[in-house]
């Protein structure tokens, strides 16, 4: 069979080199598979992107740095011919959760007779990556809702689903109404490295347990250091863009109980961007913080603003439907775990045993030995009086010892009487 034949040893995997990149160049948005033909495009301009900065991405990954993992890729090669691809990164600072960024299968060098070529290209790319990167716990990926072989193929290799994600785009429009008033932020302040401790009890209450498990975010995640700080302003000069970092403090509890970051395109060329998060006890600075937003970006050139929501994010999904933003997208958040993959085989059952060697462990070694319980003539000064009546009867069958054993103990006898 050709699906059978295709998935064997003829399919080998390895990482990217600098030598796939002329192949790679090739593939166009009609012979390119990932699921949906957005994943086409993007990876096309993205390794373009790779092939202008190869030489520099090659270093940083050859030590220890932040940039390390910038560019993780591996490549399925068929006779000499590439024939799918897949991206992936670490999602927290300590890298126990990656993501898989995109995966794509060029079908011109697929074999006539192997309609599930996708799944069977991705599915040996992703098991590549579960097996190579061993510091990698737990998976995500994030899908179109609408790919159905992107989501067969996830399902497949044991992605689950774990949250439903929706973009929102507010028009400028509704930017300006908003904008038309006051907020009432007291206690805004600039984002630092000392606040660190505070976002990370803020992520920590705004998601679930089984999502803040997946995550594993830690307090460094939330911390920049000095060469990230760099790199994050140097991009934003080449994009001509301007970030926005705040969040509300609470001074009773000495919380963060709300917390923004706002991107903003000064050339009008792209949506602006934000990130929001706010504790679920205190949903009323949704309006609040929206409106910060909105009042910051009236300088700028008229643009709409993304937001993000998730779905156990019922607050958020029910205010940026009152302000009449439009959903742009939805995806959905899946996860994997990878600790099953320590012993895969199938695990020894007890259908085989039979009872008798199921008892025969419970058998005593040896038959007991029988004793005598004897009282130690050393007892400690400082026991309680409750001994001494035991003290008595020791004496009495002592000298009861003395007797022959058929003559009735007549001393016993009328000592108890």
Same mark, same amino acid.
């Given at each position: 069979?050709?699906?059978?034949?295709?998935?064997? *040893?003829?399919?080998? @995997? $390895?990482?990217?080199?600098?030598?796939?990149?002329? #192949?790679?160049? /090739? &593939?166009?948005?009609?012979?390119?598979? *990932?699921?949906?033909?957005?994943?086409?495009?993007?990876?096309?301009? $993205?390794?373009? /992107?790779?092939?202008?900065?190869?030489? =520099?991405?090659?270093?940083?990954?050859?030590?220890?740095?932040? &940039?390390?993992?910038?560019?993780?890729?591996?490549?399925?090669?068929?006779?000499?011919?590439?024939?799918?691809? @897949?991206?992936?990164? %670490?999602?927290?600072?300590?890298?126990?959760?990656?993501?898989?960024?995109?995966?794509?299968?060029?079908?011109?060098?697929?074999?006539?007779?192997?309609?599930?070529?996708?799944?069977? @290209?991705?599915? $040996?790319?992703?098991?590549?990556?579960?097996?190579?990167?061993? #510091?990698?716990?737990?998976?995500?990926?994030?899908?179109?809702?609408?790919?159905?072989?992107?989501?067969?193929?996830?399902? /497949?290799?044991?992605? /689950?689903?774990?949250? +439903?994600?929706?973009?929102?785009? @507010?028009?400028?429009? +509704?930017?300006?109404?908003?904008?038309?008033?006051? =907020?009432?932020?007291?206690?805004?302040?600039?984002?630092?490295?000392?606040?660190?401790?505070?976002?990370?009890?803020?992520?920590?209450?705004?998601? %679930?347990?089984?999502?803040? !498990?997946?995550?594993?975010?830690?307090?460094?995640?939330?911390?920049?250091?000095?060469?990230?700080?760099? *790199?994050?302003?140097?991009?934003? &000069?080449?994009?001509?863009? #301007?970030?926005?970092?705040?969040?509300?403090?609470?001074?009773?509890?000495?919380?963060?109980?709300?917390?923004?970051?706002?991107?903003?395109?000064?050339?009008?060329?792209?949506?602006?961007?934000?990130?929001?998060?706010?504790?679920?006890?205190?949903?009323?600075?949704?309006?609040?913080?929206?409106?910060?937003?909105?009042?910051?970006?009236? =300088?700028?050139?008229? !643009?709409?603003?993304?937001?993000?929501?998730?779905?156990?994010?019922?607050?958020?999904?029910?205010?940026?439907?009152?302000?009449?933003?439009?959903?742009?997208?939805?995806?959905?958040?899946?996860?994997?775990?990878?600790?099953?993959?320590?012993? #895969?085989?199938?695990?020894?059952?007890?259908?085989?045993? +039979?009872?008798?060697?199921?008892?025969?462990?419970?058998? =005593?070694?040896?038959?007991?030995?029988?004793?005598?319980?004897? &009282?130690?003539?050393?007892?400690?000064?400082?026991?309680?009086?409750?001994?001494?009546?035991?003290?008595?009867?020791?004496?009495?069958?002592?000298?009861?010892?003395?007797?022959?054993?058929?003559?009735?103990?007549?001393?016993?006898?009328?000592?108890?009487?």
């Amino acid at each position: 069979m050709a699906h059978s034949t295709f998935t064997d *040893a003829a399919l080998t @995997i $390895r990482p990217l080199q600098y030598r796939d990149l002329d #192949e790679l160049r /090739q &593939w166009t948005a009609d012979v390119v598979d *990932a699921g949906e033909m957005v994943a086409s495009l993007e990876t096309i301009q $993205r390794l373009e /992107q790779v092939r202008r900065w190869y030489g =520099p991405l090659k270093v940083l990954s050859l030590f220890p740095n932040p &940039w390390q993992h910038l560019f993780s890729a591996f490549v399925a090669e068929r006779q000499g011919q590439l024939c799918g691809l @897949i991206q992936v990164s %670490p999602f927290n600072r300590t890298r126990s959760t990656w993501q898989v960024d995109r995966v794509v299968v060029n079908r011109s060098v697929v074999p006539t007779g192997a309609p599930t070529f996708f799944g069977d @290209i991705g599915s $040996r790319l992703l098991r590549y990556c579960f097996e190579t990167i061993w #510091e990698a716990r737990t998976w995500i990926i994030e899908t179109n809702v609408n790919s159905k072989a992107a989501l067969a193929l996830y399902r /497949q290799n044991g992605f /689950q689903p774990l949250a +439903q994600v929706t973009y929102w785009s @507010i028009g400028a429009e +509704q930017l300006a109404d908003l904008g038309g008033r006051e =907020p009432d932020l007291p206690n805004l302040l600039p984002v630092s490295n000392a606040d660190a401790q505070l976002l990370y009890q803020l992520d920590t209450a705004a998601m %679930p347990p089984l999502v803040r !498990q997946v995550f594993d975010h830690q307090i460094q995640d939330f911390k920049t250091n000095v060469l990230q700080l760099l *790199a994050a302003g140097l991009t934003n &000069w080449w994009q001509r863009n #301007e970030v926005l970092n705040a969040y509300v403090f609470e001074p009773q509890r000495k919380a963060a109980i709300g917390h923004f970051k706002l991107v903003i395109d000064r050339d009008g060329q792209h949506p602006h961007r934000a990130d929001l998060t706010v504790h679920p006890a205190y949903t009323w600075l949704y309006p609040e913080l929206m409106t910060q937003m909105a009042r910051v970006l009236q =300088p700028f050139p008229s !643009q709409s603003l993304q937001v993000t929501s998730l779905d156990y994010q019922p607050e958020r999904e029910e205010y940026l439907v009152r302000t009449q933003a439009v959903p742009q997208d939805h995806t959905l958040l899946m996860s994997r775990s990878v600790w099953h993959k320590m012993r #895969e085989t199938k695990p020894v059952t007890l259908e085989g045993l +039979q009872l008798s060697d199921v008892l025969s462990g419970l058998q =005593p070694a040896g038959k007991p030995v029988p004793g005598r319980m004897s &009282w130690s003539e050393e007892w400690p000064l400082s026991l309680p009086s409750q001994v001494a009546p035991f003290r008595r009867q020791r004496d009495r069958w002592g000298r009861s010892s003395d007797h022959d054993a058929s003559e009735p103990d007549a001393s016993a006898d009328g000592s108890r009487e």
